[in-house]
Nanobody
Framework: VQLQASGGGLVQAGGALRLSCAAT????????VAWFRQGPGKERNFVAGMHRSGGTTYSDSVKGRFTISKDSSKNTAYLLMNNLRPEGTAVYYCAASPSVILSNLASQTAYGNWGQGTLVTVSS
């Protein structure tokens, strides 16, 4: 499956954005999907993940503010980000795997398919 991330941009602190991850080549229905982000000068870190069964997990830093979802009819995954903070400034990547297990959603090595990243800038 090929992934194309989009929806990034400049937003003020406290604002919201919805990122999209469009899949082509295979149905995303049978894939677990996740979002990771890499801030300036930082390592890439897990943000949110959804197992193919629908189970989700979030990093503590975004829990309660971000929501991951999938729309199989559009073959697209989403990350709705509310109450954005300046530390959320990063390149956001989507990833997918047909075999990732629920307990391993946060592991980057579990994913063999990655999108190109979309930049989110949160101004204070």
């Amino acid at each position: 499956v090929q992934l194309q991330a989009s929806g990034g941009g400049l937003v003020q602190a406290g604002g919201a954005l919805r990122l999209s991850c469009a899949a082509t080549g295979r149905s995303i229905r049978s894939y677990g999907v996740a979002w990771f982000r890499q801030g300036p000068g930082k390592e890439r870190n897990f943000v949110a993940g959804m197992h193919r069964s629908g189970g989700t997990t979030y990093s503590d830093s975004v829990k309660g503010r971000f929501t991951i979802s999938k729309d199989s009819s559009k073959n697209t995954a989403y990350l709705l980000m509310n109450n954005l903070r300046p530390e959320g400034t990063a390149v956001y990547y989507c990833a997918a795997s047909p075999s990732v297990i629920l307990s391993n959603l946060a592991s980057q090595t579990a994913y063999g398919n990655w999108g190109q990243g979309t930049l989110v800038t949160v101004s204070s």
